[in-house]
């Protein structure tokens, strides 16, 4: 739930962070931080119950780690819970997030230890069932009607109605632990919770012998050198991270540093061709200059030259003129 993510949010938290490596506070549930989540967790508990349903519940994994703060909620609201704890092989877990967050195995495993050692820590005494991931697969029609058996759920249908009600819901896709080879457990008391777990309701006093299992399994997780381990991968994952990404950095500047000095040069041959051009211009237009200064000579010279044959063509004329006066003149 997205109110939940707001909630570890206030305390500086994400729902992936292992508590033996990153502990809450102690009553962090009463911390000023968490007014604003108490309060929108608590206006969904009310809106569920202004709808005058009897039965209704949600179920989320981070529920496990925010139980302190939901009892409270409960308390002040007047609202009586029955819980159930809803078991899925720590395999199927450790695949399942792996394919969708890409976690290590190693922090997954931690986690399924943790979020479990917390619901039954919190309300282990008051968990009115177990119910099994793996049964809703197998056996769906048993376990449902487990369910309505321990809880005193309202239903009026038949054996067939109620399985086709549950198939209906059961997606055959999230069952990720078919898809490949199961991973190893590093924890032995991993398969020691879950085959508690898986062997609860067969024994008269399950929820005593969940409660001790808890209890061994808190000490192994405040001991145990899988955390350590882990913590060192973890350190060592980032350093190698940290370490690519200045690599990575170091070989973008140095292409940066090559394309600018390459533009440089470029940039250099363009000046040196832009002046050898300028040069050519220059020299060009200097011609120009020449060839008119020698075509206004050559034009005063012509227009000299058509004056001088006007003059002499006016001689000519006079002379013919002249010429052929005589004769008459002699008579």
Known sequence: ??????????????????????????????????????????????????????????????????????????????????????????????????????????????????????????????????????????????????LIDVLSLPWGGDDIDLTEAVQAKVVREFRHDEERQEPQLRLPITEQLYQAMRSAPLASDWRESLTRVARQARMVLANSRAIVHFAQQQMEKRISELTAAIGERDNALAAHGARIAALTAALGERDSALATQGASVAALTAAVSERDSALATYGARIAALTAALGDRDAQISGLLQGAKDAPIMAK
């Open 1 to 146: 739930m997205e109110a939940h993510e707001r909630a570890f949010l206030a305390l500086g938290f994400q729902w992936k962070d292992i508590s033996a490596l990153k502990p809450l506070p102690p009553a962090w549930w009463r911390l000023p931080a968490m007014r604003q989540a108490k309060a929108e967790l608590s206006t969904l508990v009310a809106a569920e119950i202004a709808k005058g349903h009897k039965v209704w519940g949600f179920k989320d994994p981070r529920t496990a780690r925010l139980l302190p703060l939901w009892k409270e909620i409960f308390h002040e609201l007047g609202v009586r819970p029955q819980y159930v704890l809803a078991v899925r092989h720590p395999r199927g877990v450790m695949q399942s997030l792996a394919k969708r967050d890409g976690l290590p195995l190693e922090q997954s495993e931690l986690l399924w230890v943790e979020r479990y050692t917390n619901a039954l820590s919190y309300v282990g005494s008051e968990i009115k069932a177990v119910v099994h991931f793996e049964d809703w697969f197998t056996r769906p029609l048993e376990q449902a009607m487990h």
